[in-house]
T-cell receptor, first 112, second 118 residues
């Protein structure tokens, strides 16, 4: 079963605009991670935020985590056509060993 | 490039057949996990191997089985294939820097093996 739910399911923006994707989850977590997947290919890790962190930055990426609301958001600033991909949040929980539980993903399309 | 390689990249099987998928983990990584990703869905955890032993399993039937070898490469075997087994199968590796068997860090994914069951 999926732990995370992502919103929106699909997002279409123009190059240069910002893209915001949201993720909600159900149980207490150890950390939350965001991954990117180009069409039909493997997933690439983008950023990890621990349960005791509230915000993290990496280049044009900004991730926030609100454990009281069990939600996270991923912001991509100044988007580029090359950012077109599916983005997934994934959680690690304390009682689930090493597995990641993925959301359904947000399909981002950045138009030139 | 993550250093995780999977083979084959694509394959077609018929219902009832058996399939073996292979994965070479990134150098230095001792933990391998397998995920199934149906079209339009997020990946779902199948199982994880740490130092040649299964140490976590998702909600998949016993006809999904695996192995990890001393060099930390891995196989996923699926018996009695069903139409719903059609999916992208992803292998991911992680190392002790990610917390070992109960790793909490990032996973490094291969490009996947796309299985079609007819």
């Amino acid at each position: 079963s999926q732990q995370g739910e992502e919103d929106p399911q699909a997002l279409s923006i123009q190059e240069g605009e910002n893209a915001t994707m949201n993720c909600s989850y159900k149980t207490s977590i150890n950390n939350l991670q965001w991954y990117r997947q180009n069409s039909g290919r493997g997933l690439v890790h983008l950023i990890l935020i621990r349960s005791n962190e509230r915000e993290k930055h990496s280049g044009r990426l900004r991730v926030t985590l609100d454990t009281s609301k069990k939600s996270s958001s991923l912001l991509i600033t100044a988007s580029r056509a090359a950012d077109t991909a599916s983005y997934f949040c994934a959680t690690r929980t304390y009682n689930q060993g090493g597995k990641l539980i993925f959301g359904q993903g947000t399909e981002l399309s950045v138009k030139p | 490039e993550t250093g995780v390689t999977q083979s084959p990249t694509h394959l077609i099987k018929t219902r009832g057949q058996q399939v073996t998928l292979r994965c070479s983990s990134q150098s230095g990584h001792n933990t391998v996990s397998w995920y199934q990703q149906a079209l339009g869905q997020g990946p779902q955890f199948i199982f994880q191997y740490y130092r040649e032993e299964e140490n976590g399993r998702g909600n998949f039937p016993p006809r999904f089985s695996g192995l990890q070898f001393p060099n930390y490469s891995s196989e996923l075997n699926v018996n009695a294939l069903e139409l719903d087994d059609s999916a992208l199968y992803l292998c991911a590796s992680s190392g002790t820097g990610s917390g070992g068997a109960w790793g909490t860090g990032e996973l490094f994914f291969g490009e996947g093996s796309r299985l079609t069951v007819l």
